[in-house]
T-cell receptor
């Protein structure tokens, strides 16, 4: 069965510093991996995804994520945090075969950027 | 903007009443998903349609829950005899079903249900 773990409930970073939000996954075969962001009382917004190819994936708002197959990880990163990045971040996984359907989400990490 | 549209956005209902939520997916997306999210948790998969066919249902979807997508376009999620434990945000999402795109799913803004 597929699963996602986000080991940190909350990450606190000062504005201008780099940030990392951790994610590890378990899935049969090659994974499709995703990051979504959620602002208060809103739906989820797609940030980026890894399908195949370069292990470093770039996405919206200056975020990037690094796929590491040996460590089964897909950590979200940003070189310089903004206060407006404060939100709830979800990692998600789906098996990479065409008949696979649902995406499974982690429990989320609350990112707090202090001025 | 032709993103995923959900309504109503908020619904307060008395325990025991029935409620129905509607989802209009992104145009031409043939896959439609329903998820449920409670405070402090990640979205939990409920069910999935490809066109009008409901292909997968989670064990979370008790017999009080029913979802339809009669013409392969919009979908409805009905909860009968609501219970306080049904209070959550119900999220709809859609995707194009093209494997090369990774089947990225795009979410609506959600429908908040409060059962009192």
């Amino acid at each position: 069965a597929q699963s996602v773990a986000q080991p940190e409930d909350q990450v606190n970073v000062a504005e201008g510093n780099p940030l990392t939000v951790k994610c590890t996954y378990s899935v049969s075969g090659n994974p499709y991996l995703f990051w979504y962001v959620q602002y208060p009382n809103r739906g989820l917004q797609f940030l980026l995804k890894y399908i195949t190819g370069d292990n470093l994936v770039k996405g919206s708002y200056g975020f990037e994520a690094e796929f590491n197959k040996s460590q089964t990880s897909f950590h979200l990163k940003k070189p310089s945090a903004l206060v407006s990045d404060s939100a709830l971040y979800f990692c998600a996984v789906r098996p990479g075969y065409s008949s696979a359907s649902k995406i499974i989400f982690g429990s989320g990490t609350r990112l707090s950027i202090r001025p | 903007d032709t993103g995923v549209s959900q309504n109503p956005r908020h619904k307060i209902t008395k325990r025991g009443q029935n409620v129905t939520f509607r989802c209009d997916p992104i145009s031409e997306h043939n896959r439609l998903y329903w998820y449920r999210q409670t405070l402090g948790q990640g979205p939990e998969f409920l069910t999935y349609f490809q066109n009008e066919a409901q292909l997968e249902k989670s064990r979370l979807l008790s017999d009080r829950f029913s979802a339809e997508r009669p013409k392969g376009s919009f979908s409805t999620l009905e909860i009968q005899r609501t219970e306080q434990g049904d209070s959550a945000m119900y999220l709809c999402a859609s995707s194009s079903g093209q494997s090369l795109s990774g089947n990225t799913i795009y979410f609506g803004e959600g429908s908040w249900l409060t059962v009192v």
